[in-house]
């Protein structure tokens, strides 16, 4: 398990984007849609493989029958950092261990093609301070196509009543730029960028 994107929310995809491009003094390229979930985004690339997404639900597409991911059908208030997502070499056993994390759902965009384990109620284990897990087909990546914006993660710290049990259940994450600490349900991101270090919630 390795750390792959981190996703910032929003009402509106504009709303998502401003927050983060506020955050980081950065701005963003352009995304996607998703139309399983009827979302849409657009992408921040960072040092180390790594990237950020700003999502929202997209009003111009179809509202699924199903609960949308990172639980954006109770999305409330002002823009956040909403998820943390991991990417897994063999999703089915992944979710052998971490059955919690939901079904897997095969999705495509463009040529991109993964899988991820969602939740029936698209709301993630310890009030969605679980990661999110992702397993990537073939060799294509978001961030072979997004130019690097000079920014790079230097801290994500994940904070929950029961952190030592969440840190606990994900022992097959060894990062050492993930930190877990007890108090309410959050996610902050620290950054070093061209701007001086910035700081994402």
Request: with cysteine; hydrophobic share 45%.
């Amino acid at each position: 398990m390795q750390l792959d994107h981190l996703a910032v929310a929003g009402r509106t995809l504009d709303e998502a984007a401003a927050h983060l491009e506020a955050a980081l003094g950065l701005p963003l390229q352009p995304g996607g849609a998703h139309a399983r979930f009827g979302t849409h985004n657009r992408l921040l690339g960072l040092a180390d493989g790594l990237y950020l997404e700003a999502i929202a639900i997209d009003p111009a597409a179809p509202a699924p029958e199903h609960p949308r991911w990172f639980d954006l059908d109770r999305l409330d208030g002002p823009a956040h950092l909403r998820t943390w997502i991991c990417r897994v070499a063999d999703l089915d056993a992944a979710l052998a261990r971490h059955p919690q994390a939901g079904a897997p759902c095969d999705l495509a965009r463009g040529d991109l093609r993964w899988r991820m384990a969602v939740p029936k109620s698209g709301v993630l284990p310890f009030d969605n301070r679980f990661p999110a897990l992702i397993e990537w087909q073939g060799t294509a990546h978001p961030v072979q196509r997004l130019a690097n914006s000079g920014a790079r993660l230097t801290r994500l710290i994940i904070s929950h009543p029961e952190a030592g049990a969440l840190r606990a259940g994900l022992a097959d994450l060894a990062d050492p730029r993930v930190a877990f600490e007890p108090g309410a349900p959050a996610l902050r991101a620290e950054f070093s960028t061209p701007h001086g270090a910035r700081v994402l919630e």
